[in-house]
Nanobody, 118 residues
Framework: QVQLVESGGGLVQPGGSLTLSCAAS????????MSWYRQTPGKERELVAY??????TRYADSVQDRFLISRDATDTTYLQMNNLKPEDTGMYYC?????????????WGQGTQVTVSS
């Protein structure tokens, strides 16, 4: 049973930084593509970033050059968020897909709230 647990959200002022973590357990062999999504009330969940097994990454245009996704050998995935803007506010979800290239998750965490406000 795959479980994903996010942490690191909170309240931060515009221009500030936060780092989200996603601790994974229950992974089977073969590798997982990891991703971060966010959602605000009344809107669909949107892709923020993903990282493939070979380390290649992709970002939404709105976060390019401000956010950095990474993963380590303990099956923890991070999202370093810099120069945060009020429009980055939302619930951030970690996702996992048992694949080498498909980033659409079939496992989700419970989410962690990020609020950017002065």
């Amino acid at each position: 049973q795959v479980q994903l647990v996010e942490s690191g959200g909170g309240l931060v002022q515009p221009g500030g930084s936060l780092t989200l973590s996603c601790a994974a357990s229950g992974f089977t062999s073969g590798g997982y593509v990891m991703s971060w999504y966010r959602q605000t009330p009344g809107k669909e969940r949107e892709l923020v970033a993903y990282i493939l097994l070979d380390g290649k990454t992709r970002y939404a245009d709105s976060v390019q050059d401000r956010f950095l996704i990474s993963r380590d050998a303990t099956d923890t995935t991070y999202l370093q968020m810099n120069n945060l803007k009020p429009e980055d506010t939302g619930m951030y979800y970690c996702g996992a897909r048992h694949s080498s290239y498909n980033y659409v998750p079939n496992f989700w965490g419970q989410g962690t709230q990020v609020t950017v406000s002065s």
